[in-house]
């Protein structure tokens, strides 16, 4: 743990959810004895990054082996012979993986520019690992991305985080025909369920150091809402954390998944009293939240806010004294 135990860490993310940044960004912000600890660790950091420009991806996994201490670390221990060559094979998967098809595959892609080596390759060897673990036939969950998961079907597929700005991602909104790009592949995701389909979403999540309270996908609205069945329903047509099943038999599926099909259905827009869904708000007994429904209009306009520890409450604009966060 090189020094930094839980306390430490527990500092670290308090650190970064204040600041809005990631753990690793508020590594400078601790103080007392993890700081210290800390130090230790980001002055590593930096060694890595510096003995490591310049280098091919196995040189670099030799050099982060090295100057982490982990081959003196092991070459001290009595039976330490197995585990440095475990090391060494680590060192010749990344040869392969640039050498044979990993890298360019990965690379293939990303049309707009090639991944960097080093994310690629622990992205892919995370995914291939439990790939691998299983025997054919033998029951497993396989864990992969939608990309990965082209030509392969199984009999229940589980796909989560189904949240606006991250399926379809916030960024496909910037580019052209990204949403449409998003939607082609929640075809390819659903269409990998041979006979049962899980469709989740979470009622907050944290990224990038940040709390995030997020609409759920739009994809949901674009699937006949015949064949959905809610495990936990949601509140709202916008509900916030929930867990459905789609389909019940293979055929059905596949004939609901026909772009012309999924894909026709649209958001609507709700308003009320000048807020609108999706916008964050803040109150003065329940802090921050942000609107997930609206309905009525004049003296009965309400909406129902996601204040997170508070808890999801309706309010009467007329009583309610919100303001835009």
């Known amino acids: 743990t090189r020094g930094i135990g839980a306390r430490s860490i527990e500092q670290l993310q308090d650190a970064a959810q204040v600041r809005g940044t990631s753990l690793y960004g508020a590594l400078n912000f601790l103080t007392g004895k993890a700081a210290q600890s800390v130090g230790h660790f980001i002055n590593l950091v930096d060694q890595l990054r510096f003995a490591c420009e310049g280098l091919k991806l196995p040189e670099m996994v030799e050099q982060v082996l090295e100057l982490s201490g982990l081959r003196a670390h092991y070459k001290s221990e009595k039976e330490g012979q197995e585990r440095i060559a475990n090391l060494d094979e680590v060192i010749s998967a990344a040869a392969n993986f640039i050498s044979e098809e990993g890298y360019a595959q990965v690379a293939a892609e990303d049309e707009a520019e090639p991944p960097d080596p080093l994310a690629a390759f622990l992205s892919h060897a995370s995914l291939e690992a439990g790939e691998h673990q299983a025997d054919a036939g033998q029951s497993a969950v396989q864990l992969m991305t939608v990309?990965?998961?082209?030509?392969?079907?199984?009999?229940?597929?589980?796909?989560?985080?189904?949240?606006?700005?991250?399926?379809?991602?916030?960024?496909?909104?910037?580019?052209?025909?990204?949403?449409?790009?998003?939607?082609?592949?929640?075809?390819?995701?659903?269409?990998?369920?041979?006979?049962?389909?899980?469709?989740?979403?979470?009622?907050?999540?944290?990224?990038?150091?940040?709390?995030?309270?997020?609409?759920?996908s739009r994809f949901?609205?674009?699937?006949?809402?015949?064949?959905?069945?809610?495990?936990?329903?949601?509140?709202?047509?916008?509900?916030?954390?929930?867990?459905?099943?789609?389909?019940?038999?293979?055929?059905?599926?596949?004939?609901?998944?026909?772009?012309?099909?999924?894909?026709?259905?649209?958001?609507?827009?709700?308003?009320?009293?000048?807020?609108?869904?999706?916008?964050?708000?803040?109150?003065?007994?329940?802090?921050?939240?942000v609107i997930v429904d609206a309905e009525g209009s004049g003296s009965d306009a309400r909406v129902q806010v996601n204040f997170g520890r508070e808890g999801v409450k309706w309010l009467a604009l007329a009583v309610a004294k919100l303001s835009a966060a």
């Open 147 to 216: 990309h990965s998961a082209k030509g392969l079907e199984f009999d229940a597929v589980f796909l989560g985080g189904l949240e606006e700005g991250l399926f379809p991602h916030e960024n496909s909104v910037l580019e052209r025909d990204g949403l449409e790009e998003e939607r082609r592949l929640m075809y390819v995701a659903i269409t990998r369920a041979r006979k049962r389909l899980y469709l989740s979403f979470a009622q907050s999540r944290m990224l990038h150091g940040q709390t995030r309270y997020n609409l759920r």
């Open 220 to 289: 949901f609205d674009e699937i006949p809402a015949e064949l959905m069945k809610w495990l936990t329903p949601p509140a709202n047509s916008r509900g916030f954390g929930g867990f459905g099943s789609y389909g019940a038999t293979p055929q059905e599926k596949v004939a609901s998944a026909n772009p012309r099909a999924f894909g026709s259905g649209r958001r609507n827009g709700d308003s009320a009293g000048g807020f609108r869904v999706g916008q964050q708000v803040s109150h003065a007994k329940f802090g921050s939240g």
